[in-house]
């Protein structure tokens, strides 16, 4: 990390890792205690992968703060915003150009 540079981390709130794939019930821990293996039939990446399996951890936001806070990076603002850039998970609806929100 650059001395006075500045880092911009965007990232969905871990508690969405927490789901089944039909974001029906929790079915993972929010701490991160086991690894989440799932067999996904598409990539985000490629839409015409074959299938594939994942393996992912989550990480609650106090671990990712503090590994950052423990390298010495020095917050400024800190934001969370009720909308998603794309559409990544059932009854999502897009409410303005980017802004995706929870249809409920």
């Keep these: 990390?650059?001395?006075g540079g500045k880092?911009?981390?965007v990232e969905f709130h871990p508690f969405i890792w927490t789901f089944d794939n039909?974001?029906?019930k929790i079915t993972y821990p929010y701490f991160n205690i086991i690894d989440i293996v799932e067999d996904e039939s598409i990539s985000y990446a490629d839409n015409?992968?074959?299938g594939l399996k994942t393996i992912t951890w989550n990480h609650s936001l106090g671990e990712v703060y503090q590994s950052l806070k423990s390298e010495g990076l020095n917050t400024i603002d800190f934001n969370e915003?009720?909308?998603s850039p794309y559409n990544c998970m059932p009854?999502?609806?897009e409410v303005?150009?980017?802004n995706i929100n929870l249809n409920m």
Aim: without cysteine; charged residues 30%; glycine residues 4%.
């Design 7 to 9: 880092f911009i981390f």
């Design 96 to 98: 303005e150009q980017g």
């Design 1 to 3: 990390m650059k001395i």
């Design 48 to 50: 015409n992968s074959n």
């Design 81 to 83: 915003f009720d909308y």
């Design 22 to 24: 039909d974001f029906k």
């Design 91 to 93: 009854n999502l609806e």
